[in-house]
């Protein structure tokens, strides 16, 4: 079992940026990936960002270009950065991890409001 605590998130302003951490506990020896989705309301749940066990990233099309993930001190945490915020942000951001035969674990969710 993996269990996920999320961080951060709440008001942002246009312009301003976000930092969300997720850390992970538990099994996390099998660890292949771990990142952030985020859903908007009547919206599908779409990528932000993945760092893969190797430190390979992954920016889904909305983050690309302002948005970089990092590892905590321990590889137990990720960090997520993203500048240049607008509306089209404020979504619910939920932290995954997937194990390596383990399948994927979500966290709980957060929220990110992006309003002036």
């Known amino acids: 079992q993996v269990h996920l605590v999320e961080s951060g998130g709440g008001l942002a302003q246009p312009g301003g940026s976000l930092r969300l951490s997720c850390t992970a506990s538990g099994n996390i020896a099998t660890l292949y990936d771990i990142g952030w989705y985020r859903q908007a309301p009547t919206k599908e749940r779409e990528l932000v960002a993945t760092?893969?066990?190797?430190?390979?990233?992954n920016f889904g099309r909305s983050a690309k270009g302002r948005a970089t993930i990092t590892w905590g001190d321990n590889k137990d945490t990720v960090h997520l950065q993203m500048n240049d915020l607008g509306p089209e942000d404020t979504a619910v951001y939920y932290c995954n991890y997937v194990g390596i035969g383990f399948g994927s674990t979500w966290g709980q969710g957060i929220q990110v409001t992006v309003v002036s």
């Open positions: 760092m893969s066990n190797t430190g390979e990233p």
